[in-house]
Each structure stands twice: as structure tokens, then as C-alpha cells.
């Protein structure tokens, strides 16, 4: 059996190498940046967040404004799709996969660890410092999907009752209510 690599790299290195026919890559851009150019690579799947992380703890404190404040770091459906796209590739019996990001590092080495741990992948370089967040969600897409859900769904009529009795108590002391 041939042995199976995953090579993470940097997007100007993306952009400059000539691939092998058919070498697959997978290219993370910021979503405020323009895209790689990568017209030497033949199957090229992109995808576009942060790199950026979140915790349960973030997803609480955040609760019903998550999504809207977090909307560029990747979320439980991107994870799902390129969490496939990986097991298809390796499925499909691609023994070198690519992957790039930004610095090739982060966003990068946590789909190079998804290789490694859940394919048995070999990196073309130590894996210092993937993005967590990238590689939990790789793992278990759902991991904080009921979280955010149960705090989007929750009330928050009280803190809302809150600030208006907080307010009213403001306009008492200044005078302006009895």
C-alpha cells in the first residue's frame, strides 16, 4: 500500500506550485480576501471563513448573537461539507491530498490533523498549532450546533424587561418621570 500524505501549505505557495494531473486541493481564503489563483490545480474546493476560534463558553456569552457576530468563522454546515469532501477524496483513493490556507498553518494544519487522525495521513511537517475550533468541528460538525440553537431560541423578553426598568429608574433619578 502506497502511503498517504497531506501536504498543508501556505497560499502563495499554492499559487506558485505546478501540481501533479489531478492533485486535489483544498484552498481556505479569509472571506474579505480575494480568492486563490490556482488555475494549474484541476480539483480545487474552497471554502471561506476566519481563522478563528469559539467554546462553548464564547456560544453562552454570545448566546442569541452568535451567529450574527461570529457568521465568518466556520460554522456546523461548512465543517459537514468539508468534513465529506475529505472523506470522498480519501474514498476516492487520492493518496496526496493538498491543503492550503492563508500562512498554512492553522486553518490548514487542522484539516492536515483531520487526515492524519481520522485517515491515517502522514503531514509534510509537524502540525504545530492547528485551529481547534476547525478541527473539532471537522471531527463532530454538531458539536455546538444544540447549544447555539437552544440559546437562539431562548427568551430574552426578561433582559429586555430589565433595561426598560433600568431606564425608567434613570429617568426617575434625573427628574424626568415620578
Request: overall charge neutral.
Amino acid at each position: 500500500m502506497a502511503p498517504k500524505n497531506v501536504y498543508f501549505i501556505s497560499q502563495s505557495e499554492a499559487e506558485r506550485m505546478t501540481p501533479a494531473p489531478g492533485s486535489p486541493i483544498i484552498s481556505i481564503t479569509d472571506p474579505d480576501k480575494p480568492l486563490a489563483a490556482l488555475p494549474r490545480w484541476e480539483s480545487v474546493y474552497r471554502e471561506s471563513f476566519y481563522d478563528g476560534g469559539y467554546s462553548e463558553s464564547t456560544i453562552k456569552a454570545m448566546k442569541g448573537a452568535f451567529r450574527l457576530n461570529y457568521a465568518s468563522y466556520i460554522c456546523s454546515g461548512q465543517a459537514r461539507k468539508l468534513a465529506s469532501h475529505i472523506d470522498d477524496l480519501v474514498a476516492a483513493g487520492r493518496e496526496e491530498i493538498f491543503v492550503h490556507c492563508y500562512f498554512g498553518e492553522s486553518r490548514s494544519g487542522a484539516v492536515a490533523k483531520y487526515l492524519q487522525d481520522k485517515h491515517g495521513y502522514t503531514p509534510n511537517k509537524e502540525i504545530r498549532k492547528p485551529n481547534r475550533t476547525v478541527y473539532e468541528l471537522l471531527t463532530d460538525p454538531d458539536k455546538y450546533e444544540p447549544l447555539i440553537q437552544s440559546l437562539e431560541t431562548q427568551d430574552i423578553s426578561t433582559e429586555r424587561s430589565l433595561l426598560s426598568r433600568m431606564w425608567y429608574w434613570v429617568l426617575v433619578a434625573a427628574g424626568v418621570k415620578r
